[in-house]
């Protein structure tokens, strides 16, 4: 499990260590989002907690973690990031472990100050192809605006980038998911 607050690095980190060790990374975030791209009725649901930086309801995030893990990729592993983010999520995975034979093998906290995720989120932009990420400061493309990778596709700032949204995505991570650091700590 990859936990940590939205702009930690999670993803990117996940992204490498899924590409070292072949294990599928699990982004629920992502998951929301090619929802979304597609139009289903699961993606709008998602999308009108997801665009005021609220957490979508447990059970629904829930289900689609329990539907992906039976996927033959996940047999001998798999990458959590952004799922658990709050406590039933985390009782609620531990019984689909239990199901599926499984067990967790480690959490990696990410720990960063808000001032500093505020400026990470802020910048933040992604490639609508590839979705890779650049920032306006700290990781320019090489034509501004676009995507170095993919032909220049246009890059765009994220709904839940925007100040705003960064504020109240900050604020439900400090009361729902990092509650979870102690849980997974006393269960050592
Ligand atoms: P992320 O890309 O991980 O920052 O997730 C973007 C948004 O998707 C979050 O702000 C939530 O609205 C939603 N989301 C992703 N994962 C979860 C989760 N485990 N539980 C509830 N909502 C989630």
């Not at 989002?33 to 609220?54: C, F, H, P, V, W």
Request: hydrophobic letters at 30%.
């Amino acid at each position: 499990i990859f936990l940590g607050p939205p702009g930690s690095g999670k993803g990117t980190q996940a992204k490498k260590l899924s590409s070292e060790k072949k294990w599928p990374q699990l982004s629920t975030g992502d998951m929301f989002r090619n929802s979304i791209q597609k139009g289903t009725k699961l993606g709008n649901m998602a999308k009108s907690y997801m665009d005021r930086g609220e957490l979508v309801p447990d059970q629904v995030v829930i289900d689609m973690i329990a539907d992906r893990i039976h996927d033959s990729d996940c047999k001998n592993g798999f990458i959590l990031d952004g799922f658990p983010r709050t406590l039933p999520q985390a009782i609620a995975l531990e019984e689909l472990l239990i199901q599926q034979k499984l067990s967790l093998d480690k959490v990696v906290c990410f720990r960063i100050e808000d001032t500093e995720l505020v400026t990470r989120l802020s910048g933040r932009r992604t490639c609508t192809q590839c979705g890779s990420m650049y920032h306006v400061e700290f990781a320019k493309p090489k034509k501004e605006g676009f995507c170095d990778r993919c032909n220049d596709f246009k890059l765009f700032q994220r709904e839940d980038d925007q100040p705003q949204v960064i504020q109240n995505r900050l604020k439900v991570y400090h009361q729902q998911t990092s509650p979870l650091e102690g849980y997974y700590n006393k269960s050592k």
